[in-house]
């Protein structure tokens, strides 16, 4: 595996409240304090995201969006845009698709990351594996081209080639990050995730994980990706 550039813009598309942290919150945080600009777009609204059928779910909605405005504070990203979809239903679609374009085009990313969609030896959550394609799509090539989402050029977005897209997640990892400097910022930012910990502390799982993968990099501790790069 090879070590990850800091880039100087990242935009991180997660499904759910809590996604981005565990993939990928001990990188850009890390990307952060060398001088990143990190973006996040939330996709869904978390609304099935509880056991509990006694939660409201307007409320488990408000819950988990400011939760991942804390979480996101915490990692110190610039920005968060909130989607609202509906927790189940991203569909790889125009209306998706033209939402993550809209994200390229604003913000101008040198990556993307997000989750794998591909998966041969698990089963993955249906929105992890629909925005994982989405995102993928988004890059390249309907954020480069110009007959794609005309609407948003007329509008003053102008067109992005964004040079890479870093899947978390994936079983087939050639990418990695040291996260030694940045692993208790991490798992801070999991821990504002508190709707979907009940009490429990990430911690110990989120260090134990980090810890496996940079055993595989010669690190303490790692995050791993499979990156796709896009023709510029």
Known sequence: MEPLETPGVALIFTPHADDAEGGCGGTVSKWIKEG?????????????????????????????????ADAARVMGVKEVVNLRIHDGGLEDDAVLR????EAIRRFKPDVVLTTEPYHRLNHSHRDHRTIGVVAQDACYPYA????????????GLEPHKVGAILFWGSE??????????SIEIKIEALKQHKSQFLGRDPGEGSRNRAKQNGGKVGAEYAEIFRQVSFRR
């Open 144 to 155: 480069r081209d110009i007959y794609h989402f005309p609407e948003q050029i007329d509008a």
């Open 98 to 101: 033209g939402h993550l374009v």
């Open 172 to 181: 087939d990892p050639d990418m990695f990050c040291d996260i030694g400097e």
């Open 36 to 68: 990143t600009e990190v973006y996040l777009v939330l996709a869904t609204d978390g609304r099935a995201g509880t056991s509990n059928a006694e939660v409201a779910t307007n409320d488990l909605v408000d819950t988990r969006e400011q939760e991942q």
